[in-house]
């Protein structure tokens, strides 16, 4: 079974410096990870997605993502980050399994909290 | 371009008391359609999905049910809600065939006294 983990309840960081929330994940053949991000008492906007090619992916407002197959991790980063990024990250999986239909499964999620 | 609406935004209703939450999906045809809940602002938990008009995959049993009667619309329901029912509902679409990417609406808020 797909699965992905988020070990980090909450990040902390100051306002230009950088961040950086980790996600591992268990996967049986090639893993299509994606990040989301949400906002308080809002849906969950998506990020950014690895499915095959480099292992650095940007996505949106600035943020990029490390996948790592030795160590099966998909750390999302962000050079310098902005009090507007302060929100919830979500990390997740697509299940392979035949009748899965793009079903994802989501980590538990970090907070992250950026101040000035 | 495609958009998902979901309502209410917010949602109170007493134990015992029916619920309808309705999702509608502009833009493309023949979505998956899914149904989440998010329980005390953390993780998601995925209840139902649907892969076209009146088919429904249950993941978790449960006093919820839903319902997809044309091809851009899922409905969540029950009968009689329990406390344990509260929380923050959300619908999400992907395109069918690249299903990689899930949109997501803005949620429904869900408080039941």
């Known amino acids: 079974a797909q699965s992905v983990a988020q070990p980090e309840d909450q990040v902390n960081v100051a306002e230009g410096n950088p961040l950086t929330v980790k996600c591992t994940y268990s996967?049986?053949?090639?893993?299509?990870l994606f990040w989301y991000v949400q906002y308080p008492n809002r849906g969950l906007q998506f990020l950014l997605k690895?499915?095959?090619?480099?292992?650095l992916v940007k996505g949106s407002y600035g943020f990029e993502a490390e996948f790592n197959k030795s160590q099966t991790s998909f750390h999302l980063k962000k050079p310098s980050a902005l009090v507007s990024d302060s929100a919830l990250y979500f990390c997740?999986?697509?299940?392979?399994?035949?009748?899965?239909?793009?079903?994802?499964?989501f980590g538990s999620g970090t907070q992250v909290v950026v101040t000035p | 371009s495609q958009t998902i609406h979901q309502w209410p935004a917010t949602l109170v209703q007493p134990v015992g008391s029916p619920l309808s939450l309705e999702c509608t999906v502009e833009?493309?045809?023949?979505?998956?359609l899914y149904w989440y809940r998010q329980a005390a602002g953390r993780g998601l938990q995925l209840l139902f999905y649907s892969v076209g008009i009146g088919q429904i995959s249950s993941e978790v049993p449960q006093n919820l049910s839903a319902s997809r009667p044309q091809d851009r619309q899922f409905i969540l329901s029950s009968k009689k809600l329990l406390l344990s029912d509260s929380g923050f509902y959300l619908c999400?679409?992907?395109?069918?065939?690249?299903?990689?990417?899930?949109?997501f609406g803005a949620g429904t808020r869900l408080s039941v006294l």
């Open positions: 833009g493309t045809s023949n979505p998956n």
């Open positions: 997740a999986v697509r299940d392979m399994t035949t009748d899965s239909w793009g079903k994802l499964q």
């Open positions: 996967v049986s053949g090639n893993p299509y």
């Open positions: 999400a679409w992907s395109p069918r065939g690249r299903e990689n990417i899930q949109y």
């Open positions: 690895y499915i095959t090619g480099d292992n």
